[in-house]
């Protein structure tokens, strides 16, 4: 990312009045600190600044106080400050990094001819010095040693060399001496504090037990001595104890100087809420106090960890703005923003202006740019930057040489990376970290040669076996994929199993690759094996099941490879597993070569069912996607399938609409619609691609499709059929099954909505004005007759239903009293709804049509009135009913019920 250079000053209003630091209201700014328990969406209310005085400089039009612009805290040193601020007595708090040696006045190097075996002799061979996690807990937690004299010169000695273990050992000796005690200053407490705290981690029980011993001796604490104990809780990201710390420093009286405005700030920075730190930085020039370069930097520092270059931008140019000059650490954080946004360039000329600004760039800045260039492989830079801080005449540490080593593993030249870490322990003295561990170990595995990854690891568990519990579980890892793509399933299933058993549980990650592995490789043990550590693991529960039990790959490859070994039972046992998890659906592709599987198998129930799960999940993308020529080669088989189920699921609802009382299986009945619709689906793909010599398809399927369709109530998708067989018939110069008519018309009858009825009985009597259409593309059988009288029923129609009557009696089909009764309650269901609706005008013409198809059975179709055998009174009790009759009480006989039919008639 380019970003915009602001390298002029924008000659903001300073007002220069360089004075002394005037005097602070020691009531009024610690409120400014001890408020901070605020949540960062509230701001507090403003509580006075420092007292008034000669006005320092203008920013964003406050005036602030303050002292010089270049103080820093305790002794001169800014704890938080760049690697080369010093501490106390002058010793560097992050170690002497920048002393000149004249045994590092040559560079590596990198063009020597390998040794032999040079890994095994850098990595395997030399002695190693014992590894001590702590070695200042290791003595002063140890057993309890006795005292010696004291020894003053030792110990201001200690302090000077930075000696935290020898400084604290003699400090125990002077304590219990009365005579040495008294030289003690209160000079020599802080700067033991400043060793203290500036250990890593800080020891800031040892810092506080120093300043109880310092307050004993009748020293009075500093503000500068509160800070240090502040900034050990600030390296912890002890918020709580820093707050605890201020309020002690205000009832001491103390006020808190720009440093311990700058310690907070960082503070915020580390902990993440970079957004208070600006708040608390605005906080800070409204009452009054002004910043300082450390103040900017903290915040330039935080953006640039954020990843808001605009936000490093603002307040680069308002330092300039108020004429402060960039230090070291200015330029070490616009050089780290770059490199981190992948723009060298810009870097470089960075890392130029600071040198021209006689600025020395240390250690941590070449190493910062070095790898940049190393993460793109730009051995010749990396090279040429390690020179440059070879000649500056700074010590190279292992940050510098991993850039190296990093740049030579990412163009593969593993051999020269094992000749400079040869170079790095022999010459210069240092030790392979566990970061070029990893690098190095990442590099061989890329390489494909896991067996020399796993050297080094059982070299890094020697030499860092703190770091080694953060980063094996990545490495192990990265050895399992380099093993699983050399197919060699034995030695990535023991990797997985020793990672676990040296406490890294493998993720769900790790298990897919050696399973997928496994399955190239058709080791079907080695399948079930590690599908069964993973699938029945104890400690899985429903908590953790969904980030650590097996997913949607985990079930696609193990089915996968049993499916290459034509082990479909097994297969099928698995996908039916993955379908009860909740949220989980299998792939087209693996559903698919599932089909193909059972197709071989000839297993063509379980090929359907899969099929129609595979349709029902539409969120995979498989809705609109062939099976391809596997599956037509095999449609005829298909097509007897679904015939077969679509006349179970038919012969279901015949029963379940005869015996109302029978109650049908719900989930049974939407499998079997979900099978005959995906089979259906899939002999249209089929066909499409058909030949002169294919059979065409059955008009069955089409009409059980129809069928199942009105099953699941979707008379749109019904219709839709209907019009592809409309189409088969016009291209094969065939007849429309009368049964395939009739699912039409009882469909839409039970949709029993008027515009779609009316629809359906155009479709068909329309084409009563061409008898040959009509007879050549539709007929009739009984029971579609049936349903159209229904509809011309419910759609007021008595002409049509006359017309319908006459054609049925012209194909010998005659209508029963029991069919006409059902016709009557059809006309009296749609008188009732027009009432409910209050249409009465449409009431109106239902009751006359309901009369004019009475009167027409009266005249033409007597028997109708007569009741069948078995029907006994209930059938003219439902006549009266249906009809509008109401009988006077007494006057019915059996022989009277055509003489009260014939009283209905106009």
Avoid at 574 to 591: A, G, K, N, T, V
Wanted: charged share 25%.
């Amino acid at each position: 990312m380019h970003c915009l250079l602001r390298t002029q000053r924008s000659g903001a209003a300073v007002i220069a009045a360089r004075c002394t630091r005037p005097t602070l209201d020691r009531s009024s700014s610690i409120q400014v600190l001890s408020r901070l328990e605020y949540t960062t969406s509230q701001r507090p209310p403003q509580a006075p600044g420092f007292a008034r005085g000669k006005v320092r400089v203008v920013y964003n039009g406050k005036k602030m106080y303050g002292g010089d612009r270049n103080d820093v805290g305790p002794s001169e040193n800014t704890i938080y400050g760049h690697r080369n601020d010093v501490g106390p007595s002058g010793n560097r708090m992050y170690g002497d990094r920048n002393d000149r040696h004249d045994r590092y006045d040559r560079a590596p190097r990198f063009d020597r001819a390998p040794k032999r075996n040079e890994l095994s002799t850098t990595f395997e061979r030399r002695e190693r010095p014992k590894v001590v996690e702590d070695p200042f807990d290791e003595v002063v937690r140890g057993p309890p040693r006795k005292v010696y004299p004291p020894d003053f010169a030792g110990f201001e000695k200690g302090l000077k060399e930075g000696d935290r273990v020898g400084a604290w050992l003699k400090f125990q000796d002077l304590i219990f001496d009365e005579t040495e005690r008294a030289q003690l200053k209160l000079s020599h407490f802080e700067d033991l504090m400043n060793l203290l705290v500036s250990h890593r981690p800080p020891k800031i029980d040892y810092a506080l037990q120093v300043f109880g011993m310092m307050k004993e001796q009748g020293f009075l604490p500093t503000t500068d001595m509160y800070n240090i104990l502040m900034t050990g809780y600030a390296r912890l990201g002890d918020l709580e104890g820093c707050r605890n710390v201020l309020r002690k420093l205000a009832a001491q009286g103390l006020a808190p100087n720009m440093h311990t405005y700058n310690l907070f700030m960082k503070m915020y920075v580390n902990i993440g809420q970079f957004d208070a730190a600006v708040k608390f930085f605005d906080r800070m020039i409204n009452e009054g106090v002004a910043p300082d370069v450390t103040s900017f930097n903290v915040l330039m520092g935080g953006a640039a960890d954020e990843g808001r270059a605009e936000m490093v931008w603002k307040y680069y140019q308002d330092m300039l703005d108020l004429t402060y000059e960039p230090n070291e650490r200015t330029f070490s954080i616009l050089i780290k923003m770059h490199v981190r946004h992948g723009d060298l360039e810009m870097a470089e000329k960075w890392f130029a202006d600071k040198k021209a600004r006689g600025l020395q760039p240390d250690a941590y800045d070449y190493s910062t740019i070095m790898s940049g260039f190393a993460k793109k492989a730009q051995l010749e830079k990396v090279q040429e930057y390690f020179e440059k801080l070879v000649e500056d005449k700074l010590e190279p540490d292992s940050h510098t040489f991993n850039s190296v080593i990093h740049a030579q593993a990412n163009l593969g030249d593993l051999d020269g990376a094992i000749r400079t870490v040869d170079d790095m322990v022999k010459t210069y003295k240092l030790q392979p970290d566990a970061v070029l561990y990893q690098t190095l170990a990442h590099a061989f595995c890329k390489a494909g040669r896991p067996l020399e990854a796993e050297q080094l690891i059982a070299a890094m568990k020697r030499a860092h076996p703190k770091h080694a519990k953060q980063i094996l579980p990545g490495l192990y890892r990265s050895i399992i994929t380099a093993y699983a793509k050399l197919l060699n399933v034995a030695d990535a299933t023991r990797v997985l199993l020793q990672s676990e058993t040296d406490g890294h549980p493998v993720s769900r990650v790790g298990y897919n690759i050696v399973l997928e592995a496994a399955a190239k490789a058709f080791q079907t043990d080695v399948l079930e094996d590690l599908w069964s550590r993973l699938r029945y693991s104890p400690q899985l529960s429903a908590a953790n099941y969904a980030t650590n039990g097996p997913n949607e790959i985990t079930y696609a490859t193990v089915i996968e490879g049993f499916i290459v070994v034509n082990n479909t039972k097994r297969a099928m046992e698995l996908y039916h597993d993955m379908l009860r998890q909740d949220r989980m659906e299998p792939s087209f592709e693996i559903c698919s070569a599932l089909i193909r599987a059972l197709i071989r198998a000839r297993e063509w129930k379980n090929a359907a069912f899969v099929l129609s799960r595979m349709r029902a999940g539409a969120g995979k993308g498989s809705e609109d996607r062939p099976l391809g020529k596997s599956f037509d080669d095999a449609s005829d088989q298909f097509t007897k399938l679904l015939i077969e189920t679509g006349q179970e699921l038919e012969n279901a609802a015949m029963v379940a609409e005869s015996t109302p009382d029978t109650l049908a299986d719900g989930t049974m009945v939407k499998q079997q619609c979900d099978i005959v619709l995906a089979l259906y689906k899939e002999l249209m793909f089929a066909s499409a691609n058909i030949t002169a010599t294919s059979s065409p398809l059955n008009p069955e399927v089409f009409r059980l499709a129809m069928e199942a369709h009105r099953q699941r109530r979707d008379p749109f998708n019904m219709v839709v059929v209907f019009v592809a067989l409309q189409q088969h018939a016009a291209s094969t110069q065939t007849q429309i099954p009368p049964q395939a008519i009739a699912t039409l018309l009882l469909g839409v009858r039970h949709l029993a909505q008027l515009k779609t009825a009316r629809a359906a009985i155009e479709m068909l009597t329309t084409q009563n004005q061409k008898p040959s259409a009509l007879q050549k593309q539709f007929t009739l059988n009984r029971p579609a007759y049936i349903h159209l009288l229904h509809l011309e029923a419910r759609c007021a129609l008595p002409d049509h239903m006359v017309g319908t009557v006459v054609d049925m009696r012209n194909e010998g089909h005659e209508i029963t009293p029991r069919e006409y009764v059902d016709l009557l309650r059809t006309f009296a269901d749609a008188i009732a709804g027009a009432v409910k609706s209050n249409s009465y005008e449409w009431k109106k013409q239902l009751t006359n049509a309901r009369a004019a198809f009475m009167a027409f059975v009266k005249d033409m179709q007597p028997h109708l009135l007569e009741r069948e055998d078995g029907d006994g009174t209930d059938f003219e009790n439902d006549v009266d009913e249906l009809s509008g009759f109401k009988p006077v009480r007494g006057a019915r006989s059996k022989g009277d019920f055509g003489k009260q039919m014939s009283a209905l008639i106009p």
